[in-house]
């Protein structure tokens, strides 16, 4: 049996983009809920639709979008939580990194392909992490423990076995499923259990969280070449 089309929530203060990305995820049998101009209207519009998929635009009136997304995540149960991802004209933004470390799957630059769109909402939807592993390596690096903010850097990663962080060092470097089996002589679901382990003992929803935990507790440093054992 098909899995329900994603419910979508788009917010952006441009009615222009919401516009175009209601037709464009329309087009392809996605439910698009509601939509919102300002943070404080995405966040009324989750409670009121209890939407799969948030497109959160970074930038918006009386409450921005980074805020909103605390407030979302903060009042669901990670169980239930919507998937959230952050729209930007900029690929390196520290609202943007900022965001992802509050609890967002990914992001998406506002000039995306329609494909590219519709394969995002849907990945997440899915529970995995929109993690385009070049452009988040660079976002990660360039505001991980930068801004003074110690919100992540509390993860513990003692409960992580000698495998489970030189796999969580290498996904942080932004290596696939397939390309860390291949690294480490494994099957790929041994390596996806490896993964989720990782998840559940940070505590963290997805990769991107993942990742971010691995650069702000120090186990992964900007600039440092890529761990071969």
């Known amino acids: 049996m ?34 919102a101009a300002t943070g404080a209207e995405a966040v009324d519009a989750v409670r009121r639709t209890r939407p799969d998929v948030v497109l959160m635009d970074i930038r ?5 979008g980074l805020e909103a997304t605390r407030r979302i995540l903060g009042g669901h149960d990670p169980g ?4 959230i991802i952050i729209l930007t004209t900029f690929d390196l933004d520290r609202y943007v990194y900022a965001a992802l470390s509050a609890g967002a799957s990914g992001f998406l630059l506002k000039d995306v392909t329609p494909e590219h769109l519709v394969g995002a ?16 390596r660079r976002l ?14 509390h993860r513990d990663l003692s409960a992580l076995t000698p495998r489970e962080l030189d796999v ?15 690294r480490f002589q494994l099957s790929e679901a041994t390596v996806k259990t490896h993964v989720a382990r990782i998840l559940a003992k940070l505590q963290v929803r997805d990769r991107v969280q993942a990742v971010v935990a691995a ?11 890529e761990t071969t054992d």
């Open 121 to 136: 909402v849907r990945l997440v939807r899915s529970g995995d992490a929109l993690l385009a592993p070049v452009i988040t």
């Open 140 to 153: 990660v690096e360039r505001y991980a423990r930068r801004e003074g903010d110690a919100r992540s850097v």
């Open 80 to 83: 239930v939580a919507p998937r």
């Open 215 to 225: 650069y702000e507790t120090g186990l992964v440093r900007p600039g440092e070449e």
């Open 168 to 182: 969580l060092r290498l996904l942080a470097r932004g290596l696939s499923n397939a390309e860390l089996a291949s």
């Open 60 to 64: 918006m009136p009386e409450l921005d």
């Open 2 to 35: 098909a899995a329900e089309p994603p419910r979508v929530v788009i917010a952006d203060d441009q009615a222009l983009v919401r516009t175009g990305f209601r037709m464009i995820l329309s087009a392809d049998g996605i439910e698009v809920t509601a939509e």
